[in-house]
């Protein structure tokens, strides 16, 4: 099945490509970068996809049983900015592409000195794609889950992190809605731990891609639930929306930073780590300081600026 859709991808990719990218490309005076550009192709491809599917699924789901009524149009408009920014693969494909040769370099490096970089299939010889795929799945979650964790631990992280937070109507877009320096370092970390663990660049934008489409769903304003068993196996709109909860989801009773849920995709990880909160409540969301008039933004370039601002903020208070 992966090598079906990954072929269907490639032939999608090519067409896309020779059609509407390789011209643009020579037009603008960008030969030089014609390899790149039919990389970005297929994170391109996959990111209208992805929109498409979005818009014709979750967004009537969220008009026939939203969570919460939408009370500023506009912020979810913001968020949808912020996805249609992130689903072409700018990011992910810079990153990605730009540390693979460095890594190649780091290894060929190590092997002149016997060394051998390690790669998860190796342990399992003649492992098939799709095992290998549900590996490489629950490995990055769990790197992921602690990067998610970190970014509510120091307040210097904090202050990026929080813009995520402050939507007030969370809806499909809002995963999205992150601070560019919050997303850069989760996409080199990311990056830095599947090269090195042997994914493949089109086992990687599949992961990517699977994990966008999930955590969509998790954000939006949906009242949806996986029971008492698909909750612990799956993070769910409800288990997640407790994440964003005011004075809950990101902090403790005492008011300082901790919080709860922060598993990315498979809750096992706040199972295990004890900070999953399975309270069946659909809640208001936002930060407990919004309600006392911190401002975080109205458009794009106010929200990045007010992230950097409230990080150097924050920061005295790790070094206090």
């Known amino acids: 099945m992966i090598e079906a859709i990954s072929d269907w991808l490639g032939v999608a990719q090519g067409w896309l490509f020779e059609t509407a990218i390789q011209p643009l490309v020579f037009q603008l005076g960008f030969g030089a970068f014609v390899e790149d550009a039919f990389e970005g192709t297929e994170w391109l491809l996959i990111g209208l996809l992805e929109l498409a599917l979005l818009f014709l699924v979750l967004r009537p789901l ?40 460095l890594m190649d370099g780091l290894a060929g490096w190590l092997r002149f000195d016997g060394f051998h970089p390690f790669n998860l299939e190796s342990l399992w010889p003649g492992i098939s ?53 919050d997303d850069l370092l989760r996409d080199v970390y990311m990056g830095v731990i599947s090269l090195g663990i042997g994914v493949e660049p089109a086992q990687y934008v599949m992961l990517v891609s699977v994990s966008r489409i999930l955590q969509s769903l998790q954000h939006a304003n949906v009242r949806i639930h996986f029971g008492w068993l698909g909750e612990r196996l799956l993070v769910s709109p409800r288990y997640h929306r407790m994440h964003h909860a005011i004075g809950a989801g990101h902090e403790n009773e005492d008011g300082k930073l901790g919080g709860c849920n922060f598993a990315v995709l498979l809750p096992v990880w706040d199972i295990i780590f ?20 911190r401002d975080y933004g109205r458009g794009f370039w106010s929200q990045q600026a007010l992230g950097l601002r409230r990080m150097i903020e924050y920061a005295r208070k790790d070094v206090v």
Do not use: C, K
Not at 129 to 148: I, Q, R
Not at 274 to 293: K, M, S, Y
């Open 274 to 293: 004890r900070t999953a909160n399975f309270t069946p409540q659909f809640v208001a969301t936002g930060i407990r300081d919004q309600l006392e008039g």
């Open 129 to 181: 794609p799709l095992a290998a795929f549900a590996v490489y799945f629950v490995v990055l979650d769990f790197f992921d889950y602690w990067y998610h964790r970190a970014s509510h631990h120091f307040n210097w992280w904090w202050g990026l992190h929080g813009l995520h937070h402050s939507q007030q109507n969370m809806n499909l877009w809002s995963d999205d809605r992150n601070h560019i320096l």
């Open 62 to 101: 969220e008009s026939l049983i939203p969570a919460q009524q939408i009370t500023d149009p506009r912020a979810r408009w913001n968020d949808f900015l912020y996805t249609v920014l992130h689903r072409i693969g700018v990011f992910s494909v810079l990153i990605f592409f730009t540390l693979d040769p």
